[in-house]
């Protein structure tokens, strides 16, 4: 392999390799990826996309299939991997296999590229695809490649990885720990986390918004959102803006709806994802038990706006938002909370729960929120009542909630960090001075 220099910022190594299961949709390490791969090209920066799914620029892009999660042989390496407690030797076999076959894409993605910096997205934190995370971990080892690892959420914060037959797997690449990997996490806790269970020091780095550029206005095509989803003039729009899993705590909502006793519907934006379906079941008896229109609008909210197979239009998130009145986001447990700062972003009340890097990153930056903590009570709903019917209450709060997001997380807060960063893995005196 021809390996470029060290060096970030000389002509012909300023090539920066994202590298994940998918970068696609709406799911939030994709969005994350594409705002740090904004603030990278922005700051001269020429990036490039490998992973299972893309919806990046052809001209940019290489696909690796089995790189994706949901990839067969993928889903059936998981399968044999978790929930038991050895594996067989053709397991292991398999695991290696297809190991080999992603490092051969890899390094085919470095050198058709050029790539002098590779950033890993959640690849090294989730093991739900193995054999990624140990291909890149080896090519990290074999070439000493400069690499960032951003992670998102680790494996031990979810109990369904707890039991497996692959722990030297895990403690070898979910995350490695070699000299030329710099880690960057997105709360306190996970850079507490990651130093006392791997001996890794990293940079937290949390997930940011483009507060310094306000959203547009909704365009003529978002006009009917509220008629696309049913929602009546005298209802009130109530978005959850979330997959549909057990710790979003979805349930939280369905009882705030039913507490309030004004007319509304709950709208859920995602799907179930890669958790099954046993808990959208649960939420759907539980809105019936509960009296509570609960519309599930998936199949209408993607990345770009487009028309599903019976014609219905596909919106955006950004195009959902601007309608909502409220919005949901009682999770249990956040790796973050992007739903967070987009609400804020679009000038939305939230209710939210204090999941713990709420709790301790996000509530003393000063935010005015509707907090319940584990259960909704009496105080949640009459503050809900307020916020709902109070216009110039409402308005004063998200006017607050924009200002101090912006405060803490803006594009411009990336940008620092990210600058941080560069500084510490080039010796280009150019950007350690400020002046990439």
Known sequence: MDLPCDCMRCSRNNNI????????????????????????ENDGFNCFYFAGELETPAEKSYLSKKS?????????IYRRSFDARHRSRSTTLKIM????????HLYDFINRFR?????????????????????ITEVASETGIVMIAHHHDFYWERSRFMTNAIWEYLDMAFPPHLPRIHHVVISSAGDSQLGFRKGCSSTTIPNVMDF??????????????????????????????????????????????????????LIISHASGDEGHAYERRIQEYSAMLNVNTIFVSKMINEKRGRTKSGRKIYTLNDIYPHADLV???????????????????????VVNSYSIYSTDIKPKGFDVIEIDG???????????????????????????????????SYTVLKQ????????????????????
Request: hydrophobic share 40%; aromatic share 10%; net charge negative.
């Open 97 to 104: 296999a297809v190991k080999e076959e992603i490092k051969d």
């Open 115 to 135: 790539v002098s910096l590779l950033v890993a997205e959640n690849a090294l934190t989730i093991p739900l695809n193995v054999p990624l995370g140990l291909a």
């Open 328 to 350: 949901t986001y009682p999770s249990s447990f956040e790796g973050f909370g992007n739903a967070f700062l987009e609400a804020l972003y679009f000038r939305k009340p939230i």
């Open 17 to 40: 390799g994202f590298v994940a299961t998918r970068i696609a949709g709406t799911d939030g390490v994709s969005l994350e990826t594409m705002k740090w791969a904004e603030v990278f």
């Open 212 to 265: 310094e550029n306000p959203p547009e206005p909704p365009d003529d095509y978002a006009a009917d959102v509220r008629e696309s989803f049913g929602i009546a003039d005298d209802e009130y729009f109530i978005l959850q803006p979330t997959r549909v899993i057990a710790r979003k705590g979805i349930e939280h909502a369905i009882e705030l709806v039913s507490r309030l006793g004004l007319k509304a519907k």
């Open 68 to 76: 994706h999660f949901t990839h067969h042989e993928i889903v059936d």
């Open 417 to 436: 960090k990210l600058r941080g960063v560069m500084a510490e893995i080039s010796p280009c005196a150019r950007y350690q001075n400020g002046n990439g």
């Open 375 to 409: 259960f909704v009570d009496k105080n949640a709903i009459a503050k809900t009542r307020k916020v709902l019917k109070d216009p110039v209450y409402r308005q004063h709060m998200a006017e607050h909630n924009f200002e101090t997001a912006r405060r803490f997380y």
